[in-house]
């Protein structure tokens, strides 16, 4: 059979879905979700989507990928996994930020615990910004030149990031646990594995624990309550909140904070990135709570060490490769509250965001799914590019216009260039998502185009189905569907 890339039409958020042949099977990927959190076949727009524009797709998705946090891409991915499988589908397994992994256990076990830590966590950070933001304001400058900030011109998730990098790495009280397999694995690795047993050890849990958070998920009132709704405790003992001490260290070092009745400014901050830390939470929940109650495995796919240097490495070999992260055969489960909220808050960087090659076979052309990267290191800029890591394709691919085809993300235009060479003209871009502010540069002049959702070009509620069909062992050019994109209403 060929193989068929479709761009969702959705109402908000962006989501992929590649049919494909393998090693003998048919094979459907999922990458990402969309923003739609309403659940239910009739209501959740992802579901309808897929049942309208892919037909074949009968009950199995085999492989769900989740990019990053980004709202528009992680926000409808547990409403969409809900209806799935309450309906009687399947999944065969989730590929996720390696960020979420030190939180699963509290979160299916103790999630006020897992509360309470990013509550303490996003105090923390916002106190360190502020107390770093003050510094500055303070320094005096030779010949009455006013101080400037340096966080003006900076994201606070460039400053998260920097203590993040800063921090000591606290092992005190941690757990090694060890996921099924070790990296690059092939599709026959998976033969011959009881699914409960690689759900259960995936997740980091032995079959008897993992029964347990099952009878738990169907009969305890815990987990019949959102995280935002348990956590609304700790908002409410903000103001009056003076220290807290967090323990990191084998030393047994107590790092003590000031509490934020002297700035507001702070303690507005604490409470945003505390809201924030919580929706991924949230989600960290809802995914894993609906693995546990189906016995779906995981893989961990992690940005932070593939920025440290690591090479990337994982996936399934010879089918379907991350090129900026490495798949963890071994994670923690943390316990520094700190560490717990940056893993999480930071999993939402456009820069962590996973990419992931489809490999060209000699039958089947190649795809690379982008997400929200600029295939460089760097939080507001790009300040380092990426290695390239394809599988070198012989023939044009399908790639997914990287965040949307905002202008701030062109740099990755300069990489495929480099990365695909004289293929890279030949090759198809796909734009879905993005919002009405957002501005479109590079990406317009790209030769082969198609998008799904254009706030830019057609307004708000405006969305087109764009499927690519193959034609012998290459893409079809133009699109089986999707008109071509039109002319921005406003100069960009």
Same mark, same amino acid.
């Given at each position: 059979m060929a193989s068929r890339f479709t761009a969702l039409p959705l109402s908000s958020g962006e989501s992929f879905i590649l049919e494909t042949?393998?090693?003998?099977?048919?094979?459907?990927?999922?990458?990402?979700?969309?923003?739609?959190?309403?659940?239910?076949?009739?209501?959740?727009?992802?579901?309808?989507?897929?049942?309208?524009?892919?037909?074949?797709?009968?009950?199995t998705i085999d492989i769900a990928i989740c990019?990053?946090?980004?709202?528009?891409?992680?926000?409808?991915?547990?409403?969409?996994i809900k209806t799935w499988l309450a309906e009687g589908n399947d999944i065969g397994e989730f590929w996720l930020p390696g960020g979420w992994a030190g939180a699963v256990e509290y979160a299916l076990t103790n999630p006020d615990r897992l509360a309470s830590m990013l509550h303490e966590g996003a105090n923390a950070a916002a106190y360190e910004i502020g107390r770093r933001q003050r510094a500055i304001d303070k320094e005096i400058q030779p010949m009455g030149v006013r101080p400037t900030r340096e966080g003006a011109f900076r994201s606070i998730q460039s400053m998260l990031h920097d203590q993040y990098?800063?921090?000591?790495?606290?092992?005190?009280?941690?757990?090694?646990?060890?996921?099924a397999g070790d990296g690059d694995r092939r599709i026959s690795d998976l033969e011959g594995i009881r699914r409960t047993t690689r759900a259960a050890n995936s997740w980091g849990f032995s079959e008897d624990d993992w029964e347990i958070i099952r009878s738990d998920?169907?009969? *305890?009132?815990?987990?019949?309550?959102?995280?935002?709704?348990?956590?609304?405790?700790?908002?409410?003992?903000?103001?009056?909140?003076?220290?807290?001490? *967090?323990?990191?260290?084998?030393?047994?070092?107590?790092?003590?904070?000031?509490?934020?009745?002297?700035? *507001?400014?702070?303690?507005?901050?604490?409470?945003s990135l505390f809201r924030s830390s919580l929706d991924t939470a949230e989600?960290?929940?809802?995914?894993?709570?609906?693995?546990?109650?189906?016995?779906?495995?995981?893989? +961990?796919?992690?940005?932070?060490?593939?920025?440290?240097?690591?090479?990337? *490495?994982?996936?399934?070999?010879?089918?379907?490769?991350?090129?900026?992260?490495?798949?963890?055969?071994?994670v923690r489960r943390e316990t520094d509250a700190k560490f717990m909220f940056f893993k999480l808050t930071l999993t939402e960087q456009n820069v962590?965001?996973?990419?992931?090659?489809?490999?060209?076979?000699?039958?089947?052309?190649?795809?690379?799914?982008?997400?929200?990267?600029?295939?460089?290191?760097?939080?507001?800029?790009?300040?380092?590019?990426?290695?390239?890591?394809?599988?070198?394709?012989?023939?044009?691919?399908?790639?997914?216009?990287?965040?949307?085809?905002?202008?701030?993300?062109?740099?990755?235009?300069?990489?495929?260039?480099? +990365?695909?060479?004289?293929?890279?003209?030949?090759?198809?871009?796909v734009r879905n998502g993005g919002v009405w502010n957002q501005t479109l540069s590079r990406f317009l002049g790209v030769t082969n185009r198609r998008c799904a959702q254009c706030y830019q070009c057609h307004g708000s509620g405006w969305s087109q189905l764009v499927q690519i069909n193959t034609d012998g062992r290459d893409w079809s050019w133009p699109a089986d569907q999707g008109g071509k994109c039109g002319v921005p209403k406003r100069k960009m």
């Open positions: 042949d393998h090693g003998g099977k048919r094979w459907v990927i999922l990458v990402d979700g969309g923003q739609s959190k309403l659940e239910g076949p009739t209501k959740n727009g992802l579901y309808k989507a897929v049942r309208e524009h892919c037909p074949e797709i009968t009950d990019t990053h946090r980004d709202h528009d891409h992680a926000g409808g991915f547990p409403a969409f990098a800063e921090a000591e790495v606290s092992t005190d009280g941690q757990t090694k646990v060890f996921s998920l169907e009969t *305890s009132e815990l987990h019949a309550e959102p995280l935002t709704e348990r956590a609304k405790v700790f908002e409410q003992f903000q103001a009056g909140m003076v220290v807290f001490e *967090s323990r990191s260290g084998e030393g047994n070092t107590y790092r003590r904070y000031r509490g934020f009745e002297d700035s *507001s400014e702070d303690n507005q901050l604490a409470r989600a960290i929940r809802e995914i894993s709570s609906a693995a546990a109650m189906f016995d779906i495995p995981v893989r +961990w796919f992690d940005f932070p060490e593939f920025e440290k240097g690591a090479l990337p *490495s994982g996936g399934l070999a010879g089918f379907l490769k991350p090129l900026n992260a490495v798949e963890l055969t071994q962590a965001s996973l990419v992931f090659q489809r490999v060209e076979t000699d039958d089947e052309p190649g795809v690379l799914f982008l997400g929200d990267s600029r295939l460089a290191f760097g939080i507001d800029r790009p300040v380092g590019d990426f290695d390239n890591h394809l599988v070198q394709p012989d023939r044009p691919v399908v790639y997914t216009a990287a965040h949307h085809g905002s202008r701030n993300n062109d740099h990755a235009y300069k990489m495929l260039g480099k +990365w695909l060479a004289a293929l890279f003209d030949e090759s198809i871009a």
